[in-house]
């Protein structure tokens, strides 16, 4: 509000000069009634100024002065405010944080007394200085009003500093424990049959049970009960009668019914409010299973049934409330089940998940807000420390606190995180909890977002004590702990390996050898012994490239736990770091360029093909940091470059071999860009349309395979013939090469055909096509690392029987004469890929007739299209293979959709022009459009095509050579499984999925193939 210069009061620029926003309001309410008697004592203004929010201090102030039931209680109240410097700091520090409890002053007007006190022994009140606060609640109405009074305490020494934010969680915790036993306490007094036929324990989790409960949380409980004990014995809940006795199945039903009755007083709306829900769901079997079970029950499901999560929330279990004994007991009998979690199969995987999986399920446009659940948030703190535990624990029993802080505190004393680390996140974390305190104290409702609202992060922050810049302060304080939370796991995890195996400073905390074995395979690494020794080689000394090792290892050890092979990929690292010791751009790249350490981590760990390659040419790292290192190239500069280096070399094979490495290189850059897209990086989510990600590696492959072939052509020309050959020849690309949808394991199909130059002897010409043919296989075919160029001329006219090349006029003649349905159907896949251009233009004049006639197949040639393809499922499957999951023969595979599109291209083609396309998803696309598919069931062969195609090249990325189906090696398996997007222990629904999509494909197949 402004108010012009001149008109503005002393009092008006007091109030801006204390902190109010809204002055003239504030004005106001000081000349009222209500506060008539203190209106003109600076004692009090100096009071307001310091609250979070003055302008809501005041106001809270005048409502509770007005709500007292007459003028000696007003007067009473505002002497004593005056005069008591403890109870003004108290008072107006929690009318200006918190417009909830305000409103409950203002409901309950006497509840200010409450925060007179200010004695030593007030400072921490604990269980049972608030179940004496709780004592006189007789109903679930009186019992919020107790539990308000005492809140009304915990947030008066919260705001005014004179507890931290690890006492005052506790605190929380104790009253929601006083709380529970209340609650339970009238339960049993309303069906005291109940109580005397059990023994029932509530067992405390989550931040209850850790003893650090936010100010508005679900209390997570479990129930575990037994019969009542025989009248006389001693033991019983406290809440029998003596009579006892009852089986198990009537003790239970009365445990549940006074579970629920608990449950219920504490969760229920009534005119004051709620407390907070009391939430069962980490029982066993979660809501489908009983609310209350036997101690022998819980222990039979957590031996047999559990899940890694459900030991990890057990970390946390702590008796609170009814039979302590009992609860005891439960806590006693689970705990060897917990410390022996981390022994479980995939056990960090399925944390890791479990974490993944909460941040998949925040809205988006929250992910920024978010406190507790976010990146760099309070979870990923909460998250590492437990795995830590888990992992350590079984070992050392200091670790064994359910509380975050004190067991970070245990983890940095036994030497298993950092001591700077644990104090930064110990920071952090205290930071992140008080400013969600301070966020869920001003309505008291259940929220971990931080505000947008500019008015509400300043109160905010000035209650956070910064008070000269709030906003800004705040924000930048925000995301500082953020940042370094999200370094966490190379906080918690990874740093303390390195130090295991490095040269550390005098004092400094090491890591034993036998605890970053345990670590190592907790987090998925094999062989930890050889990895300690890569870890060992790499970081240790005192050398610049070590010290960059030790900056760089702790994020890609993270990359690596997350592939399949964790082994092969830090030795993969260390091969290329051998490789490039001495190379000085090399560890800068991978410590500068924010992207090139990733992309390195995911390539590296993906399997063997793409390492391999990178072995073989490592200066192609350089690629990874290049922000279009990843980006295929085209075929034109590709078959440039492969004929300017052909040209450069002395002799054949020099040229065959300059030519292989530039091959080696784009073919390390497709494979490295596949991975990353596929696999996804930090600064780059992986790409979701699996279609375009096929197309694009398919055509990347065929192209580079073309190009080769033009290199190798010319090599083999320049040497044999210098300028020009005494024929024009071509090569024609056949199937997946004819129709740029090459796997990396893929065979080039080809054809050759040649023509005599003008005035040249056909013979000679005959003869110099097939030296050329003969010479370029020889090249191709001399022993090389690399992955293998393999030319297919089988698909020619008579096949093996036939002359490798022809002319021009003699294929002609035999298609005229004497061609078959199958080399009809080949040659709709037929393109020029090398050499004479316009010889390559006039083969597919010639055939284009032959692959799309005039009006079709005839009824014979359909029946033998089918017969033929029936005939190579029965005899080309291989003996064993599992026909659901054979990319290439199998139910639904590539050959169930490519002969089905190539039928519609061959009875169609002739009147349909976009069908004649060598490539099979654009055919398929083309049938739709043309009215001949339906749109479902082009979408279900898209989708079954696009998968075994990814398959196929998954197999050949992670074994390094060509296969049709699945791996049978578990590490090669989830290595598939993470190319196609499944995460850790999910290759079961990838071969379900599999199965299911090729079966669907199969169907239609079924349906367009055979039955049209």
Known sequence: MTVPQGRRSSTFTRLLRHGFTDPSTAERLLDGEALAAVRADPVLLDALGRAADPDLALLGLVRLAEAQPDALARRELLDTLIAAKPLRDRLLGVLGASEALADHLARHPRDWQALVTYEAQDLHPGVEEFTRGLAGATDPVSLRVAYRRCLLSIAARDVCGTTDITQTAAELADLATATLRAALALAAAAAPEDAALCRLAVIAMGKCGGHELNYVSDVDVIFVAEPAEPAGDDGGNGHGDGHGGGGEAEALRAATRLASHMMRICSETTVEGTIWPVDANLRPEGRNGPLVRTLSSHLAYYQRWAKTWEFQALLKARPVAGDLELGARYVATIAPLVWQAAERDNFVADVQKMRRRVIENIPAGEVDRELKLGPGGLRDVEFAVQLLQLVHGRADSSLRSGTTLDALAALARGGYVGRVDATQLDDAYRFLRSLEHRIQLFRLRRTHLVPEDDADRR??????????????????????????????????????????????????????????????????????????????????????????????????????????????????????????????????????????????????????????????????????????????????????????????????????????????????????????????????????????????????????????????????????????????????????????????????????????????????????????????????????????????????????????????????????????????????????????????????????????????????????????????????????????????????????????????????????????????????????????????????????????????NAVMLVRGRAGDTFPSDGRELGAVGRYLGYGPGQVGAMLDDYRRVTRRARAVVDALFYDS
Not at 506 to 514: A, D, V
Not at 717 to 738: C, D, H, N, S, Y
């Open 459 to 952: 109160r905010i922050g000035r209650s956070l004590g910064m008070r000269t810049e709030p906003l800004t302060d705040l924000d930048r304080a925000w995301r500082r702990h953020t940042s370094v939370v999200r370094r966490l796991h190379e906080k918690l995890f990874y740093r303390p390996l390195l130090d295991a195996v490095a040269q550390l400073a005098p004092g400094e905390t090491r890591l034993s050898t036998g605890a970053a074995r345990e670590r190592l395979v907790a987090l998925g690494y094999a062989d930890p012994a050889a990895a300690l020794r890569h870890l060992e080689a790499l970081a240790s000394g005192v050398s610049r490239k070590a010290a960059i090792q030790r900056t760089l290892l702790p994020v890609l050890l993270g990359w690596f736990a997350d592939s399949a092979d964790p082994d092969a990929g830090l030795l993969n690292f260390r091969k290329v770091s051998d490789a490039l010791g001495k190379t000085p751009w090399y560890l800068r790249l991978l410590r500068d360029e924010g992207a090139a350490a990733e992309n390195l981590a995911r390539v590296l760990s993906a399997g063997r093909l793409a390492p391999d390659l990178l072995m073989r040419a490592p200066e192609a790292v350089a690629l990874l940091g290049d922000p279009s290192g990843l980006r295929v190239r085209d075929r034109a500069p590709l078959e440039q470059e492969m004929l300017a280096t052909v040209r450069r070399a002395d002799g054949g094979e020099q040229a065959v071999r300059a030519a292989r490495a530039v091959r080696r290189r784009e073919l390390f850059r497709t494979t490295a860009a596949d991975i990353v897209a596929s696999y996804g990086t930090e600064d780059m989510p992986a790409v979701a349309n699996q279609g375009a990600l096929v197309d694009l590696t398919g055509a990347a492959v065929s192209d580079l395979t073309a190009a080769t072939l033009a290199g190798t052509l010319r090599a083999v020309v320049q040497e044999g013939w210098g300028a020009e050959l005494p024929t024009r020849f071509a090569i024609i690309g056949m199937g997946r090469f004819g129709g740029h949808e090459l796997s990396y394991g893929s065979d080039a199909d080809v054809l050759f055909v040649h023509a005599p130059r003008e005035g040249a002897d056909e013979q000679e010409a005959a003869k110099a096509a097939s030296a050329v043919v003969a010479e370029m296989r020889r090249l191709l075919q001399l022993p090389s690392a690399d992955p293998p160029l393999l030319i297919d001329a089988d698909l020619r006219p008579e096949g093996k029987n036939g002359p490798v090349v022809r002319t021009l006029k003699s294929y002609e003649a035999y298609y005229r004469r004497w061609s078959l349905v199958w080399e009809a159907q080949a040659l709709l896949r037929a393109e020029p890929v090398a050499g004479d251009v316009e010889l390559g233009r006039g083969f597919i004049e010639l055939i284009d007739p032959l692959r799309y006639p005039e009006g079709g197949p005839g009824p014979d040639a359909v029946r033998e299209i089918r017969r033929l393809k029936a005939r190579m499922e029965s005899e080309r499957m291989p003996r064993g293979a599992d026909p659901t999951l054979h990319t290439k023969l199998g139910r639904g595979g590539l050959s169930d959709v490519e002969w089905t599109v190539q039928l519609m291209q061959m009875r169609h083609g002739w009147e349909v022009p976009a069908l004649r396309t060598t490539r099979t998803r654009a055919g398929l696309a083309a049938a739709h459009a043309a009215g001949l598919l339906a749109a479902e069931d082009a979408e279900v062969l898209d989708e079954a095509w696009v998968l075994a195609s990814r398959v196929r």
